[in-house]
């Protein structure tokens, strides 16, 4: 197959350097547009990210010279990319919403990070995993915005990542869930580069996240919703309650869980064999960034460990552990994922292998 050329919005950036660093030896994509804000546009990527780079292998040789194009510029992103992965940053989210349409009205396919377009009546919320079905609401989208070939795809919040796999798991095998009492402890890589201040996070726990619970709490409902009369329904058999900390993690979302079922309750052996069973469509097509195992069950006391666990299968895993009976509801577990992978560069790339598998990125 002839790759795919790439282009990725925030490429500077945390989740950005992400993408880089992951798409290196792609199978289908190849990474040809790194674009930015105007500070770094003009200049080479290794120019761009000098002194700033955080991943752990080196800079892809080949995206080292490209030069980096400002992200307003779409036009020219338009004549060398197939579609673009999106990653940048702007505290003005209508405006991302704004420029991220202009992508998709220009012909690409945009599969996106930014929180501006999960809301977006006819913008899915994909974990492939999931909700696939869900991309049947993009020839709603196009023809909404009267787009021939572009449309946009978000990814969820990264904080969610860890349990509402095994939740759709649980849920899929005949025991849904009804209530989810919800910790995050998150990793700081989560707040982008430079993030969180280091005189905050040394020695410390930060008990607030701006925004965090509110996505927490109302985006699982999205993604375990359906499409009626061509918008999405929210699932209101669920209600969820979320407190998220920031922790001094550089990766690694940890998050301890408590659930109580909806009428049927599974016993804990019942439970494990679901997560430990279960597999699903990204599997199923043999995507190139799906983990063999989605969830992932330690048996040991001391396990999920950010540092020991948020890499397992390529950082695309979910691991949990400690399942043990709840006083106040049935059950309680801790469950990790890797944020900057699963939960956004990684999460991204798989869902762009299933718009292609599915036909909608050509
Ligand atoms: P980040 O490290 O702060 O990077 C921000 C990126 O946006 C940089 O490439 C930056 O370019 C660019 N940018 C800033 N201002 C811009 C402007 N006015 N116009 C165009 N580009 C601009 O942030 P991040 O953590 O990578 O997050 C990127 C997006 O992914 C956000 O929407 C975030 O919510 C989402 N996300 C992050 C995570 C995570 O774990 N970090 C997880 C899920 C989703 P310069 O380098 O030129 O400033």
């Given at each position: 197959m002839k790759k795919l050329k790439v282009g990725i919005l925030g490429a500077t950036g945390m989740v950005g350097q992400n993408y880089v660093r992951l798409l290196e030896n792609h199978p289908w994509f190849d990474v040809v547009y790194v674009a930015a804000s105007a500070n770094s546009a003009g200049v080479t990527y290794g120019e761009a990210v000098k002194g700033r780079w955080q991943m752990p292998t080196p800079i892809p040789a080949k995206v080292n010279n490209i030069k980096v194009e400002n992200v307003d510029d779409i036009e020219k992103a338009s004549k060398k990319c197939d579609f673009v992965f999106s990653a940048f940053e702007i505290s003005d989210k209508n405006l991302v919403k704004e420029i991220e349409e202009k992508y998709a009205a220009l012909g690409m396919p945009v599969v996106s990070n930014?929180?501006?377009?999960?809301?977006?009546?006819?913008v899915p919320m994909l974990i492939p995993e999931i909700n696939s079905d869900h991309l049947n609401i993009i020839s709603t989208q196009k023809m909404n915005h009267g787009w021939n070939k572009g449309f946009i795809v978000v990814k969820p919040n990264c904080s969610l990542q860890s349990y509402i796999t095994p939740i759709y798991a649980l849920n899929k095998a005949g025991f849904p869930v009804k209530k989810i009492m919800i910790t995050t402890l998150q990793?700081?890589?989560?707040?982008?580069?430079?993030?969180?201040p280091s005189l905050d996070m040394i020695d410390n726990v930060v008990p607030f996240i701006g925004g965090e619970e509110e996505k927490t709490e109302e985006e699982p409902l999205k993604i375990l919703g359906e499409i009626k009369n061509d918008k999405f329904v929210k699932n209101n058999d669920i209600s969820i309650s979320a407190t998220c900390t920031r922790v001094p993690v550089i990766d690694g979302h940890l998050a301890t869980v408590n659930i109580l079922f909806k009428d049927k309750k599974p016993t804990k052996e019942q439970i494990i064999s679901i997560w430990r069973e279960f597999k699903s469509i990204p599997q199923d097509l043999k995507l190139?960034?799906?983990?063999?195992?989605p969830i992932i069950y330690k048996e040991?006391?001391?396990?999920?460990q950010p540092r020991k666990d948020r890499d397992n299968d390529k950082g695309m895993a979910v691991t949990i552990g400690r399942l043990r009976d709840c006083k106040i509801f049935d059950f309680k577990f801790v469950a990790l994922s890797h944020n900057t992978v699963r939960g956004a560069a990684g999460g991204g790339i798989l869902n762009a292998e299933l718009l292609v598998k599915k036909g909608y990125i050509k």
């Open positions: 930014a929180s501006a377009n999960r809301w977006t009546d006819d990793a700081v890589s989560g707040a982008g580069y430079p993030g969180v190139p960034f799906a983990p063999i195992n040991e006391d001391n396990r999920p």
